[in-house]
């Protein structure tokens, strides 16, 4: 049996992204693959040798499409903070041992900005008072309200690497006073690196028009994601190779392209797409469609890495319970994942898991991180792919890996 228990997932919104699509947003749409000549790969890292071979890999910076850039209506009102099972009292007390300064719990003190609800209490903040938070600040108060599900849904934290977020920032067209706005928004929480920001709304209602504002959605939606090469030599052990990728019968196909770029002229590499599965080479790097129908399924992460290795989906995975039930009797543990299709949860200290995502090769997953339209699905280092969901879940503890494979 199964010693842990699934967290509902959670919506992932237009500002959390790992993004990794250029082309248009259809899920069922192959995107164009194609073999790369070894002499342009100067630029790529060489991975960890497996049985799947030696992969080259690398980091790409990219954003979300136009189609994809939803402006904020212009009556939308601001976004509160919920306090769960607290008296306004209780709350300004957490304000001051997060570190506010007298001015600021004199601000947030004030009449008008509070409501009493179901369960606790509303804060609105005026946006004056939030762009004034410090970071430290910001982030001791956010670690709080992101940990009660009411509030993770709306704010939802976007992140960067604090080596790569200038050359995020740069060239993007963006005016120097949005991004000195969105520096200034940043915050880090305890025991992650990450710089992360959630104060879109309150960062909307500060730029001049819609134009500055599409530019700075854009900016805050672009993350590394990866993009990986086999490594095909006169060398390589192609049978072997076609054998770790090749399950389901794929492997007759495999042979004949492998030994074809192994004999051209020169050395080639062949795109990690045309060796997945049919599920996963059709959903990489593609957005699925909106819907609102109330029945839609939720192509969320549990969703994607229990259909990774079907022909076709299986939306029961939509019900926990089902999953649940499919994992006690179609897998067992395994200490770490090294066959394509390894199932990679990320669990809280207390065992609840919150994400799951597929074993491809090396340190490679494949992964969708939230079941909005907003979330493509991508190729990620698992090192990546944890700091996300640190970043996201302040004050779960550490976060383990738990990795299962099908009998």
Known sequence: MVEFSFR???????????????VAALVAAVPAYRIWAAHSASHLSTGNPGPWGRLLHADVPICLPDEFIVLPSENQPPASWFFKGCTRSQVLDLLDKAGVSSREHEEFSRDGQWTGVEGGIRLTPADKTVLGLSPRVRGAIYATLLAVPENAEIMDPVWFAPETVDRQLADNGLADKSIALLKRLLYQNVGSPLLMFADRDVAMRQLPDDRERRLFIKAVSQKNAVMARLEITRDSPIEALAAYWGGGGRGKDLVPLLRSLQKADGQWNASIAYLLPPFMRSHLNTYPFPSSEAGAVKQDCFWTAFNALSAEPDNRLNDMQYVRELLDRDYY??????????????????SQVIHAAVFVADDLVFTKNGYHYTQPWILMHIRDMVATYTARYPGSGALKLLYYRSK
């Open 8 to 22: 509902a997932p959670r919506q992932t919104s237009l500002l959390v992204c790992s993004v990794l699509v250029v």
């Open 333 to 350: 543990t395994i200490f770490e994942p090294s066959h394509l299709g390894d199932i990679v949860f990320i669990a809280t200290a207390d």
